[in-house]
């Protein structure tokens, strides 16, 4: 192809080429043997900012709890949480609730068949409802990701900041009239595949297997590695953190004391150990530690050190230093229902959903 071609003309000579490769070199994945609109929808948002082979376990998992719509809409959040544990960003999981129920409020139970009722439900975005639409009900809508983007900013030499939203939505146009009617379903996927598995983010494209590289301004040009442009990330805020590991001794048994964030921010709602701000010393960490507790019964006999962890949001990094603090009092009973209602007494940390930034600290109590 010319290199004065249009950037349209371009993509829409992408399309059987691209088709063609899908259907001999696609990956077996779970969720494209049964592309219902319910597994596919379920895929994509576990599919948010986590790898592929993360998430084949927790879809089966998941589908083999909630096999329906109906089932997640009527799921008690702890037992949603928990089938979500360790993938992270809770709020997907929420808001795949949410979403559920106004499915079954307002669809009967079906979801709609339309990009833009879609776009409508709670966490279904511009991408998740392209997709949605799309594989599961092939429709003729774009479904813009960064594997895709990459592949058209490769495509095209585009120099254009993928990471502002008028790049994207200027490749969802550039897309609407190429996608083919039948196939569009396909057609995205194999976009979706060829940046996931030969037009790669981290190390170098694999250009001789690729079926666009006939197609590719970058490659024409040397400068596969040029593309995306995509403007440097805001600097990760440092939070320093000192957690509590409190190990409860009862007449009735040991307890693990835990705490439950705030409804907003950061793992909202979700349990942790309790957890003051700063790095703090033993002395610092003893001291706030019996004014946490005294007034419920609980009394502090003993404390350790741990080893320090960190973990990495998108925007924030927790820096966490941790303390083993032995604890005993009289009554379970008693104790428990002094506590505030933000904190709870669990026999075991697997009878909870703990999120995966205090993974570093579950062996301290034998899980």
């Known amino acids: 192809m010319s290199a004065r071609s249009t950037p349209q003309e371009r993509l829409e000579q992408m399309v059987e080429p691209l088709l063609f490769w899908f259907s001999q070199s696609h990956r077996d994945l779970p969720w494209r043997r049964e592309p219902s609109p319910y597994h596919v929808w379920v895929s994509e948002v576990m599919l948010q900012q986590t790898r592929v082979e993360a998430v084949r376990p927790y879809y089966e998992r998941f589908l083999a709890s909630l096999p329906t719509v109906q089932a ?6 702890e037992q949603l949480l928990k089938l979500w544990e360790g993938l992270g960003y809770y709020s997907r999981a929420r808001n795949l609730q949410r979403a559920a129920q106004e499915i079954v409020r307002s669809y009967n139970g079906q979801l709609p068949a339309s990009y833009d009722l879609l776009k409508k439900l709670p966490g279904i975005g511009d991408y998740t409802a392209g997709a949605i639409a799309s594989i599961a009900f092939d429709l003729p809508v774009p479904a813009v990701d960064g594997n895709v983007l990459r592949v058209l900013t490769r495509v ?33 996927q ?158 075991r940390l697997a009878d909870i959903t703990l999120p995966s930034a205090f993974k570093a600290y579950r062996t301290v109590f034998g899980e």
Request: glycine share 6%.
């Open 156 to 188: 095209l030499a585009c120099p254009d900041d993928i990471a502002l939203p008028a790049t994207k939505e200027t490749f969802r146009q550039l897309l609407l009239p190429v996608e083919p009617t039948p196939g569009a379903g396909a057609f995205n």
């Open 72 to 77: 997640l809409a009527g799921c008690p959040q």
């Open 190 to 347: 194999a976009l979706m595949e060829l940046g996931a598995v030969v037009c790669l983010p981290n190390s170098p494209p694999q250009c001789l297997v690729c079926p666009l590289q006939g197609l590719c301004l970058a490659h024409q040009q040397g400068r596969e590695t040029d593309f995306p442009v995509k403007s440097p990330k805001k600097a990760r805020r440092i939070e320093q953190r000192t957690l509590l590991l409190f190990s409860c001794t009862f007449p009735e048994g040991k307890r693990i004391l835990l705490h439950r964030r705030p409804e907003k921010g950061v793992l909202r709602g979700m349990w942790e150990f309790p957890a003051l701000e700063g790095k703090l010393s033993q002395d610092d960490a003893l001291r706030q530690a019996l004014r946490m507790v005294e007034p419920y019964g609980l009394f502090v006999h003993k404390i350790a050190p741990l080893r320090d962890a960190k973990h990495i949001f998108t925007h924030i990094e927790w820096q966490m230093s941790a303390w083993l603090l032995s604890a005993t009092a009289d009554s379970l009973p008693e104790t428990q229902a002094a506590l505030p209602e933000d904190f709870s007494l669990v026999q």
